[in-house]
């Protein structure tokens, strides 16, 4: 498990299935209270990968979401953002 964890991927058990996820992924569900959908995408926002603090992360709804924060972050559209770190 601590291989994983330093690798930055944690295998979880859901619902009687093992699978790898992000540990960034696990911090916000964890948070949320809730499993992410495959197309809810979490962006760091210091753009550090290993920096998986609440407050740097972000979940974006979708792969275009994700490239319009990364492109221009005032470009982002109503619904885009599901969960903002800075707002904790
Ligand atoms: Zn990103």
Same mark, same amino acid.
């Given at each position: 498990?601590?291989?994983?964890?330093?690798?930055?991927?944690?295998?979880?058990k859901?619902?009687?299935?093992?699978?790898?996820?992000?540990? %960034?992924r696990?911090?916000?569900?964890?948070?949320?209270?809730?499993?992410?959908?495959? $197309?809810? !995408?979490?962006?760091? =926002? *210091?753009?550090?990968?290993?920096?998986?603090?609440?407050?740097?992360?972000?979940?974006?709804?979708?792969?275009? %979401?994700?490239?319009?924060?990364?492109?221009?972050?005032?470009?982002?559209?109503?619904? $885009?953002? !599901?969960?903002?770190? =800075? *707002?904790?």
């Amino acid at each position: 498990m601590l291989a994983f964890w330093l690798l930055g991927v944690i295998l979880k058990k859901t619902k009687g299935n093992y699978r790898y996820l992000p540990k %960034a992924r696990l911090v916000v569900e964890k948070h949320l209270g809730r499993t992410l959908n495959p $197309d809810e !995408i979490v962006h760091h =926002r *210091n753009e550090k990968k290993n920096d998986d603090r609440l407050e740097n992360l972000m979940v974006l709804n979708g792969k275009a %979401a994700h490239r319009r924060i990364h492109n221009n972050p005032e470009s982002l559209k109503p619904g $885009d953002v !599901i969960f903002d770190g =800075r *707002n904790l």
